[in-house]
Each structure stands twice: as C-alpha cells, then as structure tokens.
C-alpha cells in the first residue's frame, strides 16, 4: 500500500505546454517535500511546504498546499525539455515516506 | 543546501562477493541516515533507518543479515551487500538527515550495483 499516491504515473508532452502532478494522501502530512530526480542521480529537493494552503513558487514551478494538508500539488508552466525526470513528493508519517512517482518527459 | 557523497557511483560485482556502498555527509553531522533502493522507473523503496551509534531498523521484508549497515560516525555510514547475487542488482541510495531542518533529506547521488 503507497501512503502517497501520485498522479499521473507517466506524462509526455510537447515542450510549452503545461503540466500538473498531484500527491495525495489519507493521512495528514505534517510537511511535505518535492524532489525531482534524473536518471542515474539522486532525488534532488525542489521545495518544502510546511502550511496548509501554502503556495511556493520556483521559476516556472508552483507548488501548491492543500489546506488540510492532505494533498499537494506541482505545476509546472510552458515545461522545457530540461524538465524531464522523475518527479516524486515525499512526507514523514513517523518515518519517510515517497510518493510513487511521476516520470515526466518533455519533447523538444 | 547540504552535501551528501555516495561512493562508489557504479560497481560490477561476481555473484557471491560482498559489496561496500558509502554514504558522507559532508558539510554537517547526519544523525541519522537512510538507505534506499530503486528499481528502473519506480520510486524509491526505503529499506533501512541508519542512526549514528545504534542498530539499524530495517523496513519489513529487508533482510538484515544480507543488508549490514554500519552508522559508525556522525557522518558516515555504510551498506554492505553481502554475498551478492543478481537479483540484488538495483539502484542504492542514501541520504541523510541532521541540522535544523529535521524533515528534510539531503541525498546522495547513487550506487548502480551489477551482479554478474
């Protein structure tokens, strides 16, 4: 059983379009982090939001909180080809928990 | 932010030989650390809670005796694949917690272990 799900599992698009994944949970996150990984690498962190109904923005990506901290959010506007890999939301539920993951490719 | 080094980046291995992964951290002291392994196009599978000092808690269905983990300092720990075989071939990664930003992992870059 995934305690974070995320959606879509797989997207593919064409470069300047826009994109949303969502990481959603039963359970409340006490925090929630967004990293996003390429292949072959570690995850590297995105961004941390902490209050419900946060909104963090990062160049073209915003993060969104939802207000029972149950769900969050990243969209990512007029996504470029440097934008692909995999995508994942992570929370502590007593230990760390990730997300299924999102595999993100952008076409040139 | 934080700086996690993993080494080494990539090891072929014979089946039945142990393998040693290291994780640093290297510009704070990790007080606890995690291991993970990732299967092509999956996300990431936690397998052991590292903390400096103690025991590992491994996660349920992680065999303890084929996965040592040593937390021997502040900043580093280690996995060790004992006798490896090819169904252990994976992605390993570890990262480390510590400072003030409590939930937050700062991860190192990763192991490709290949089990001939």
């Known amino acids: 059983t995934q305690l974070l799900e995320q959606s879509p599992q797989f997207l593919s698009i064409q470069e300047g379009e826009n994109l949303t994944v969502y990481c959603n949970s039963s359970?409340?996150?006490?925090?929630l982090q967004w990293y996003r990984q390429e292949p072959g690498e570690g995850p590297v962190l995105l961004v941390t939001?902490?209050?419900?109904?946060e909104v963090k923005k990062l160049k073209r990506l915003t993060f969104q909180f939802g207000d029972a901290r149950k769900d969050s959010s990243l969209h990512i506007t007029a996504a470029q080809p440097g934008d692909t890999g995999l995508y994942l939301c992570?929370?502590?539920?007593?230990?760390?928990?990730f997300g299924s993951g999102t595999k993100l490719n952008v076409k040139p | 932010g934080a700086v996690v080094s993993q080494h080494p980046s990539r090891v072929i291995c014979k089946s039945g030989t142990s393998v040693k992964i290291e994780c640093r951290s290297l510009?704070?002291?990790?007080?606890?650390m995690f291991w993970y392994r990732q299967f092509p196009k999956k996300s990431l599978m936690l397998m052991a809670t590292?903390?400096?000092?103690?025991?590992?808690?491994?996660e349920q269905g992680v065999e303890k005796d084929k996965f040592l983990i040593n937390h021997a300092s502040l900043t580093l720990s280690t996995l060790t694949v004992t006798s490896a075989h090819p169904e252990d071939s994976s992605f390993y990664i570890c990262?480390?917690?510590?400072?003030?930003?409590?939930?937050?992992?700062?991860f190192g870059a990763g192991t490709r272990l290949s089990v001939l």
């Open positions: 990262s480390a917690r510590g400072g003030e930003a409590k939930n937050i992992q700062y």
């Open positions: 359970s409340v996150f006490s925090s």
């Open positions: 939001v902490v209050t419900g109904g």
């Open positions: 992570m929370s502590n539920f007593n230990k760390f928990y």
């Open positions: 510009d704070f002291q990790a007080t606890t």
């Open positions: 590292s903390n400096e000092g103690s025991k590992a808690t491994y």
